[in-house]
């Protein structure tokens, strides 16, 4: 196998949202705890102690253009000719906002749905203005590579289809993602059933063909597939604690519901270290994380049926054993 290189780093720099969705809880941390923020001397010393970056995807749960320098932190990263990645609820592009982009920045927009009611009922904000600034960004930085992060649920996805013309217009890839859930409440308010999540997705896929509209896979049901993010990727948190990826890092609720089963996360499994005070040979190339992507390569999920019985027969106190049962395969998160 060919050694793994350390080109891209996810990063936290802000904890904290501006919106209230019902499906999220950025807006229920930003009640409770406050807007949290990394500091631009704290990015700047992580970015110093990865010499082979090319690129950082800005993670968090919340909104970045709430950081207070984000306008730095994006001048910091063209500097450095740094690629940029991240998401947003477009709420705050502005023209100063969107002049500090980096002209070819992957640009996630948070827009479940194109009707105007339910988005509504789900941000609590209007999609004319949302896509007023989608409209600005796209004239202001023309050569962005937009993706638009449609979360699949009982609201919205009766509308998914509609993403399709509105994506040509602004030369858009549409990437659906099915709504994470904590418990069977969760499942009950927000996850569509088996047989509309197939024949929609499988609708949503042939008419994306048929229009020459580029999307990201979205499944109809869990598949196999090889994580790559260990192996050229890590995540940092805002106190510098480091993961394998941007998905066990976010889980605060450390626990998943999936088809009446529910996992308790083994999160502290996949801490590897922290960015502040381990090497990045450690943190990188070191025993736990070589463990991560060894356990990676040795999954083997076949159908939703094999799915679903190595959820319940796997045992988590093995380490590592979630890697081959994460709910990533089932395209539940970004």
């Known amino acids: ?18 919106l209230d969705c019902p499906m999220c809880i950025g807006g229920k941390y ?34 970045p253009l ?28 502005n023209e100063e906002n969107i002049e500090a982009l980096h002209p070819t920045a992957y640009i996630a927009l948070s827009i479940d ?22 409209d600005l960004l796209r004239r202001m930085k023309p050569h962005a590579n937009i993706f638009i992060n449609a979360v699949v649920m009982k609201q919205t996805i ?7 013309p509105y994506a040509k217009k602004i030369r858009a890839t549409i990437h659906p993602i099915h709504v994470m859930t904590y418990n069977r409440e969760g499942v009950e308010r927000f996850v569509p059933t088996k047989e509309q999540i197939k024949a929609r997705i499988s609708d949503f896929k042939r008419q994306a063909y048929k229009h020459n509209v580029k999307y990201i896979r979205v499944e109809d049901g869990p598949r196999q597939w090889e994580c790559q993010s260990p192996f050229f990727s890590l995540t940092v948190k805002m106190d510098g604690t480091v993961y394998s990826c941007c998905y066990v890092s976010s ?81 539940m998160v970004c």
Request: hydrophobic share 35%.
């Open 251 to 331: 889980l605060d609720y450390e626990v998943e519901y999936f088809n009446n089963h529910k996992i308790q996360l083994p999160k502290e499994q996949y801490v590897l270290g922290n960015i502040f005070t381990d090497s990045i040979e450690h943190l990188f190339n070191g025993e736990r994380i070589n463990h991560i992507r060894e356990t990676i390569q040795s999954s083997s999920i076949k159908s939703r049926d094999n799915y679903d019985e190595l959820r319940k027969k796997a045992d988590l106190t093995n380490p590592h054993e979630y890697c081959k049962i994460c709910l990533n395969r089932w395209g």
């Open 66 to 93: 709430l950081h207070p320098q984000w306008i730095e932190i994006m001048e910091m990263l063209t500097e450095r000719n740094l690629g940029l990645t991240f998401t947003t609820n477009t709420t705050l592009l």
């Open 30 to 63: 930003r009640r409770e705890r406050g807007l949290q923020t990394l500091s631009l001397e704290r990015l700047e010393e992580i970015l110093d102690r990865i010499p082979t970056l090319k690129g950082v995807n800005i993670i968090g749960i919340g909104e």
């Open 1 to 18: 196998m060919t050694t793994p290189v350390l080109t891209h780093l996810n990063q936290e720099i802000i904890v904290g949202c501006n």
């Open 158 to 164: 009766d509308d998914l289809h509609l993403f399709i």
């Open 113 to 134: 749905t194109l009707n105007p009611e339910v988005y509504k009922e789900i941000r609590g904000a209007e999609l004319k203005d949302a896509l007023e600034r989608v």
